[in-house]
């Protein structure tokens, strides 16, 4: 169970947490073709390495936040909120 | 009985003036306190103690410790019990296990005269065909090979587990002399310790060595003792190291419980594990009276329990030369002391249920009773492979090292090198000073970064350079396999000739031979017989040790309970306010996510068709409450909802359905707005977390500007459905401060005002059973006050509690679809029957392109209302629905009751579009296979379409 | 409404240990207010405390900073109204009374964070958790508030859960009292 370090709690078990996946950029409803949609929906760079994803500190302060972990050794680095 | 039992010896561990008795195998023995299990046997002549798991050769003591793979045996109610390290306690049963019909005579040594039938693998090439013999004949016959003990179910007297969280700076994996000296230095230096140890005492190879040695370790035994930070747990493993350090730790003799699981979040690890002798390879290395030095030096000093009595020795390194001093001064007599140093072997062992002659490699057979081996050393690296090491093989000294370990793991002791007690000790407190350095650091950081810590006094300390003398590689030969093949996995049955033959198939990598061979698949998991079995493969393959690299260790290290695992369960159930009422009033209970809700008062049926005749009442607070506040209540309302929202007038409420990004039906509820700013929020009581998390999100991430402010008040308020034609003469007489009347509160209404005295209640009109309703949100605290007096003032009226099932039945009859039930992971939102609640025409919706391209779609499943044409038919929910002739499925019934009102079945479906008009003729396919037939009906509601009854 | 009596979802008494090692008792009726304000505002400045730390007001609320922009204040029972009034709601301010809406007990003793270590697996040692220290954290799978509140010299702990937690949480606290000699009263047994 990795530590996650939540910019507002300090460090915290994983299971306090819901992890939510790379950060995605959300575009305008109103003019967004289905395929943009859709990939916002579902196409994730998915690396091996440094990837930028979100959390929620869900059992903490209840905020969402970014943080940039690395997929294969679960080192993570510079909490932002975001 | 012979009498084993040797005159004092200075660090023995037993009270010669306590005597335990217990049984063996139904037999009476006595032991002494301070005895194990194996070791009182051991006393008193037993010599056999198990039969192995394939071929039930005779097995006898070969290391005298937790890791000795011939000494599981059943105590009472419990399996696998380690004999070589469980402590003896008066009145224990001990039997032995996997054995039939008993451990003398077990008919399974059969299988040792059709072994090349057994050979590796022998169950992917056997019990194969005929494929209809697996039942009856392969699993039995099978089930007999599997090793392991018998559980109780009913009489276990077992009590139930436990666990615990600790946070040690340093976790410090070995109480020898390193550990020892690493615990003490780090505790010295400010940092909380926690020491662990298997063995049920500290001192690891100092407590059965010599007069010096006992003195070294009576002194470690007082500072660590006298020292507070350091926490100390014997007869406890680490079992695993996972991410960060955190680690699992497997508590035994705990007052508490017989097994208590830690998981521990550690500063610093320091793994001390010491070494683990190897068993040597040769014919008939698993006869009883094959021992490993340090057996022997265990029983004679430990337990002052003589061996043998004519012993053969072969030594390859100082220990086992000082088995040989601790045999002489046991009395036994040595026959031969053999130097693998000088190529001095043996060959084989001659012997059944007990060693009887030797074969050594110069030739001579000598008789003996007893041979003991001191061939080499084994490093226990699973710590450090779980923390990402791959450890590198050193053929000078003939075993694996530490390679690469992450900066808060440190490895001290024996599995780094060798050295005297002095170095040993200064190893371990050099790296204990290490471990705390680095564990005080990240305890610095911690507070720094912690909202709740106290910040940190002074500055970050220093980082200390790792300046540690490393311990010697003494060189050590390697020793692996005599001239002859011999057992390589004891607990597997596998044999050095099974790894030649296994290599020779063609499975010659190291994590194929072990998963075709099972060699240390089982319980010692490799700790006794993966260098050997290497070793063997590198023979094999005619490659060096070097290159053949070992299996991936896993935690856990050691076998842990499933029952430490799971330790105390929580499961977390959430009541209303009014549950004890309920339960007092013969609620039959429904458990629905976390809650326990009433589904029922004994008569389901009769409490529906009350609402729709008098007046019922219903706790619905598990129905998901958000209090919404803030000039921007509106706009988050009008993105998470597929209708409008900027225009809702205070006092008024409406109904909304959320869709997910992907269009697809996610939740639904009403929400009224109390004030200019301020508006309450209703979801399914199961989406009522997601809902709030999703609330949270967008506006944290998506539209941080907006002001809204979120306040979940599910549990706060309780909240009661009061429904049926006298319904609000009900209320009249306890609801003060609001008009009732229809015209001063029309359907789709919110008030505040006060019932039965309690202010603060939140009152709305909507209708989800279809009679006139009114749904009250009263303060928790008071809540059962006003049940009560619903109940003592209704009760002219006719009032009745009803329940979960009641309201199903009531809502299905009006045709009021559910989120999750009559929807699923894949409907999108025509499907949901929503009408012209759906607005395309807004700027921003979540999905709504989504929602937009759902809406193009003419394939899209339709819900409808069904009825069955023989109305006594009441359809399961999730019936298929199928084409009469082809059986192609068109669709599923979602929602199915007899319906008390109309006196027939009534249902929700999705169909396929084509059977979606008024009319259409649909056939179910019910579970018991028959098909039957049902009509589409023109609207949802079945009963009162026009909602005439709720509006009044 | 005086006459109305304020029911706790805690169907049982305090439970403690002959010994005093560990207490457990309800404290449900305690008044519990949240206040959100916006930074800037002068009810952010006035209430003070920033997130994970705690302070006695003057007039007996306790006031902790339990989430970023959001503080919980503790009264004494049936002062809610009073305690709500005294915030300045310029600007940005939702005041909302959760007195109804968290279940809350007191946990006490020497062994009070040995006890707790069973169930919950926040770092709890002094310096992490010092006397004041506010914080959130799964309780025995309960999201709950937790302050260190130390209460007639010895540790103390206030925890507060949503209300329908309330006597699962205080039953799977008296349950893990018992390794340090808590006596369970009937009918609370989680096994």
């Keep these: 169970m990795i530590v996650v370090n939540c910019p507002h709690c300090g460090p915290r078990n994983s299971s306090d947490l819901r992890p939510c996946g790379e950060v995605t950029s959300r575009p305008d409803p109103a003019t967004a073709s289905l395929s943009e949609w859709r990939t916002y929906l579902y196409m994730r760079e998915n690396p091996s390495g440094w990837v930028t994803e979100a959390w929620y500190c869900r059992s903490g302060c209840r905020r969402y936040f970014t943080i940039e972990r690395n997929t294969a050794t679960n080192e993570t680095r510079r909490s932002e909120a975001s | ?952 | 409404m005086p006459d109305i009596e304020f029911k706790s979802p805690i169907a049982h008494g305090p439970v403690s240990a002959p010994d005093g090692s560990v207490s457990l008792e309800d404290e449900t009726s305690t008044t519990k207010v949240v206040v959100r304000a916006a930074t800037g505002t002068a009810a952010a400045a006035d209430l003070g405390v920033p997130y994970g730390q705690s302070r006695l007001r003057a007039d007996g609320t306790l006031v902790c900073g339990t989430r970023p922009g959001e503080w919980t204040l503790f009264a004494a029972a049936g002062r809610a109204t009073e305690v709500a009034a005294s915030v300045d709601t310029d600007g940005f301010v939702n005041v909302v009374d959760v007195t109804h809406g968290r279940a809350m007990m007191r946990v006490s003793g020497p062994k009070a964070t040995a006890m707790l270590a069973k169930v919950c697996d926040i770092d709890l040692t002094d310096d992490m958790a010092p006397d004041g220290a506010v914080f959130s954290g799964s309780v025995a799978k309960v999201t709950c508030d937790l302050l260190r509140s130390d209460w007639r010299g010895e540790v103390s702990y206030l925890i507060s859960c949503e209300r329908s937690f309330g006597n699962y949480l205080f039953a799977t606290l008296a349950d893990a009292s018992t390794e340090f000699g808590a006596e369970l009263p009937t009918g609370l047994d989680i096994h």
């Design chain 2, 1 to 952: 009985m012979t009498h084993n039992r040797l005159p004092v010896r200075p660090g023995e561990v037993i009270d010669r003036e306590t005597s335990l008795a217990f049984t063996w195998n139904g037999r009476p023995h006595t032991g002494l306190r301070g005895d194990t299990i194996a070791s009182a046997l051991a006393a008193d002549g037993v010599e056999v103690f198990a039969r192995s798991m394939k071929y039930k050769r005779r097995r006898g003591i070969m290391t005298a410790d937790h890791w000795d793979p011939n000494l599981s045996v059943q105590v009472g109610d419990e399996p696998n019990v380690r004999a070589g390290s469980r402590r003896l306690v008066a009145g224990m049963e001990v039997s032995a296990q996997n054995v039939w019909p008993s451990l003398k005579f077990d008919i399974g040594a059969a299988n040792q005269l059709v072994g090349r039938f057994l050979s590796p693998g022998f169950y992917y090439k056997t019990f194969m065909r005929p494929k209809w013999l697996w039942h009856h004949l392969y699993q039995t016959i099978l089930r007999r090979f599997a090793p392991g003990g018998r559980i109780h179910w009913e009489t276990s007297t077992h009590g139930a587990y436990d666990k615990r969280y600790a946070h040690p700076d340093v976790l410090v994996a070995g109480g020898g002399p390193a550990g020892m000296g690493a615990a003490i230095a780090a505790a010295e230096a400010g940092a909380s310790v926690m020491l662990v140890e298997h063995e049920p005492e500290l001192g690891g190879h100092l407590r059965w060595g010599d007069a010096e040695d006992l003195t070294a370790l009576a002194d470690l035994l007082a500072a660590v003792q006298s020292h507070p930070g350091i926490e100390v747990l014997v007869d406890s493993t680490v079992t695993g190291r996972y991410d960060h350090n955190w680690i699992a730790v497997m508590q035994r003799s705990h007052e508490v419980a017989p097994e208590r699981l830690i998981k521990a979040r550690a500063g610093s690890l320091v793994v001390a594990p010491g070494l683990i002798e190897r068993p040597y390879v040769f014919a008939g290395n698993d006869t009883p009276g094959v021992m490993l030095s340090g057996a022997v030096r265990r029983l004679i000093n430990l337990w002052a329990v003589k061996p043998g009595s004519r012993a053969v020795v072969l030594s390859a390194n100082p220990e086992g030369d000082a088995a040989i001093a601790d045999l002489e001064a046991a009395g036994v007599e040595i026959v031969a002391a053999l130097d693998a140093r000088v190529g001095e072997d043996i060959v084989e062992v001659e012997g059944r249920g007990r060693v009887r002659r030797a074969v050594l490699g110069d030739g001579r057979t000598v008789a003996a009773d007893l041979v003991v081996l001191g061939t080499g050393w084994t490093a226990p690296t699973s710590l450090l492979n779980m923390a990402g090491d791959r450890p590198v093989y050193d053929p000078t000294a003939a075993r694996y090292f530490p390679n690469q370990l992450p900066d808060n793991v440190l490895a001290t002791g024996g599995i780094t090198g060798n050295g005297s007690t002095v170095e040993l000790v200064a190893h371990g407190s050099a790296t204990g000073t290490l471990a705390a350095n680095r564990a005080l650091r990240n305890r610095h950081e911690r507070r720094s970064s912690t909202a709740r810590a106290r910040s940190p006094e002074g500055p970050m300390p220093e980082s200390l350079q790792d300046t540690r003398v490393p311990l010697a590689r003494t060189p050590h030969p390697e020793c692996y396999r005599s001239s002859s093949h011999g057992m390589v996995d004891f607990s597997e049955d596998v044999s050095s000739k099974d790894l030649f033959q296994a290599s020779g198939e063609g499975f010659d990598s190291i994590e194929l031979m072990k998963r075709y061979t099972t060699a240390t698949m089982g319980p010692s998991q490799g700790k006794l017989e993966t260098v050997n079995a290497a070793a063997v493969l590198a023979e094999a393959r005619s490659m060096d040790m070097v290159d053949i690299g070992t299996t991936v260790w896993r935690p856990p290290f050691a076998p842990i309970s499933l029952g430490a695992l799971a330790g105390r369960i929580f499961e977390p159930i959430r009541r209303s306010a009014l549950q004890d009422w309920h339960e007092a009033h013969g609620a039959s209970p429904l458990l629905a996510g976390q809650w326990v809700r009433p589904d029922h008062y004994g008569d389901p049926v009769g409490e529906a068709r009350n609402v729709r005749e008098n007046v019922g009442i219903i706790d619905v607070t598990p129905l998901g409450k958000l209090d919404l506040r803030g000039p921007d209540v509106a706009k988050l309302l009008e993105l998470v909802y597929v209708n409008r929202w900027q225009k809702l007038e205070i006092g008024r409420v409406r109904y909304g359905t959320m869709v997910a990004e992907d269009g697809v039906v996610s939740d639904d509820g009403v929400t009224g707005r109390l004030g200019e700013d301020h508006y309450l929020m209703t979801t399914t009581s199961s989406g009522a977390g997601a809902v709030w998390e999703m609330l949270e999100d967008y506006l944290q991430t998506y539209r941080p500007e907006w002001n809204v402010h979120v306040t979940a008040v599910t549990g706060g308020l309780t909240s009661i459905n009061v429904a049926g034609p006298r319904c609000r003469d009900l209320l009249l007489r306890l609801v003060e401060d609001v008009d009732l009347s229809p015209e001063a509160f029309p359907y789709f209404h919110v008030r505040r005002g006060r019932v039965a005295g309690v202010s603060g209640c939140i009152i709305w009109r909507i209708g989800f059973t279809g009679e006139l309703s009114y749904e009250l949100h009263v303060p928790s605290g008071h809540a059962l006050h006003v049940w009560e007096s619903l109940i003592a003032n209704g009760e002219d009226l006719g009032i009745r509690p009803f329940g979960v099932e009641s309201q199903r039945i009531l809502r299905l009859e009006k045709g009021h679809y559910i989120v999750g039930q009559d929807t699923d992971g894949l409907t999108k939102a025509p499907s949901a029957g929503l009408g012209g609640l759906v607005k395309l025409d807004k700027h921003d919706t979540l999905g709504l392109p989504e929602l937009r391209a759902s809406y193009a779609r003419t394939d899209l499943p339709v819900l409808v209302a069904i009825q069955t044409d023989d109305p006594e038919i009441v359809p399961m929910e999730a019936d298929q629905i199928v084409d009469g002739d082809s059986n192609r499925i068109l669709g599923r019934i979602t929602s199915s009751r007899m319906s008390p009102t109309l006196g027939r079945s009534v249902c929700l479906g999705q169909v396929d579009p084509s059977l979606a008009a008024a009319g259409s003729k649909v056939t179910i396919l019910l579970v018991n296979g028959h098909r039957v037939s049902g009509t589409v009906q023109e609207h949802h509601a079945h009963v009162d379409p026009e909602g005439v009854r709720q509006n009044a």
